[in-house]
């Protein structure tokens, strides 16, 4: 009895993880089973951080911060992580910044799985596990430019969250962004997150190009250079590109 409980417990998180946000009623009709059965259960995981309710409608459901903190350390023993480490060494002895590595969650937010540090004292600093939206993030536009054109519009509908005067909060804005970065390769965030924090980035795709990650160069607005633009781009992207290959073998 306690390991069917267990399973339909994992079960309604993955669902929740795939359909969020979800509410009860459409969680009691995939499974077939009784309303208050789904609740004890949501209400339950919920108490052990795996679940939350959704912000702007607390009638639905979504994943919670737990799933976000093993997720990274997940994917440190994976092949994703041990592909990017040596090109993200590489990378960040060439520019002498930080260097990041994000995957995109379920919750339109862009995770730190790795990271290698400068020897500059000023530098940027994330955390491992430490989320940024995708719609004001380098990586985030890294992921979103990748994605099928349907898959954008489902993203991009109202208006996003502002954080400065450089966010992007228009989703007509952003496609137009996005087209941009498709086109050069690379995404640029100066000063549309964290104030004073900027990023170049490319994304790191799977066999069939979808978008597993983005890694990222990062640095204060102090060192950031438009004339370089064009060759921290260069050096993302080739990196990028090798953790892809790397990935694939």
Avoid at 50 to 68: F, H, M, P, S
Avoid at 98 to 103: A, C, G
Avoid at 121 to 131: K, M, N
Avoid at 211 to 227: K, M, N, Q, T, W
């Amino acid at each position: 009895m306690e390991m069917k409980s267990v399973t339909r417990s994992l079960r309604i998180l993955e669902a929740v993880a795939r359909h969020q946000p979800v509410t009860v009623g459409e969680l009691t009709k995939l499974f077939g089973l009784p309303k208050s059965t789904v609740q004890r259960t949501l209400v339950t995981l919920n108490e052990a951080g795996w679940l939350r309710a959704n912000r702007r409608d607390t009638t639905r459901w979504e994943i919670g911060a737990r799933v976000l903190a093993v997720r990274p350390a997940a994917l440190q023993g994976s092949s994703l992580f041990a592909a990017a480490r040596e090109p993200m060494i590489r990378l960040r002895d060439t520019v002498n910044e930080t260097i990041h590595l994000s995957v995109p969650d379920a919750l339109h937010s862009m995770v730190v799985v790795d990271r290698v540090d400068c020897d500059h004292t000023v530098r940027t600093f994330h955390p491992i596990g430490d989320t940024s939206p995708l719609h004001a993030t380098a990586t985030g536009h890294a992921i979103l430019a990748q994605l099928p054109n349907p898959e954008v519009d489902e993203f991009a509908t109202g208006t996003f969250e502002g954080y400065g005067d450089e966010t992007i909060t228009d989703p007509q804005e952003l496609r137009t962004e996005l087209q941009r970065v498709r086109e050069r390769g690379y995404a640029v965030n100066h000063n549309q997150y964290l104030q004073g924090i900027c990023a170049i980035a490319a994304p790191v795709l799977d066999g069939d190009g979808v978008p597993l990650a983005a890694v990222a160069i990062s640095l204060p607005d102090s060192r950031f250079e438009p004339g370089r633009l064009d060759e921290l781009g260069r050096l993302v992207t080739e990196t990028a590109t090798e953790i892809t290959a790397r990935h694939l073998r």
